[in-house]
């Protein structure tokens, strides 16, 4: 995979490969796609991004945090957007920029991340 990163501006709902380093528990390590969820002013002045993980591993539809992608060409598999998984990143983890979800889709992943913003604050 290409450093693609240096030549494109980080924004939101931008798509990327990430390295994320060894893990302890159900968390993956090693390369995986996620969706930058941090807002654009933020992106400009950071060298963090805040990130929701993708997977392959299509499950549990039926939970408002899930949303499905539909299918992206810089995604080998349909996939979709685990908005209860969110992790910051590094600039430098930050691989191959794959492509960009459309605002609908977008949209959709920002009601998922409100829902788990949401339900935090209830348990906290």
């Given amino acids: 995979m290409t450093k693609e990163k240096k030549q494109h501006n980080v924004r939101q709902g931008d798509i990327y490969y990430v390295d994320f380093p060894e893990s302890a528990g159900s968390v993956q390590k090693g390369m995986r796609p996620v969706v930058i969820t941090q ?3 933020l992106n400009r002045n950071s060298t963090t991004y805040v990130c929701a993980l993708i997977t392959s591993q299509i499950k549990r539809l039926d939970l408002k945090e899930h ?3 539909p299918e992206i060409k810089g995604l ?8 209860e998984q969110r992790a910051t990143v590094d600039r430098e983890q930050l691989l191959d920029y794959r ?4 605002q609908k889709t977008f949209s959709q992943v920002n009601r998922a991340l409100r ?3 949401r339900a935090s604050r209830k348990t906290y």
Avoid: Q, T, W
Avoid at 76 to 83: D, E, I, L, T, W
Avoid at 99 to 102: A, N
């Fill in 76 to 83: 080998p598999k349909r996939s979709m957007v685990m908005a």
């Fill in 39 to 41: 807002n654009n002013h």
């Fill in 67 to 69: 949303v499905l992608l």
């Fill in 115 to 117: 829902i788990c913003e």
């Fill in 99 to 102: 492509g960009r979800l459309d």
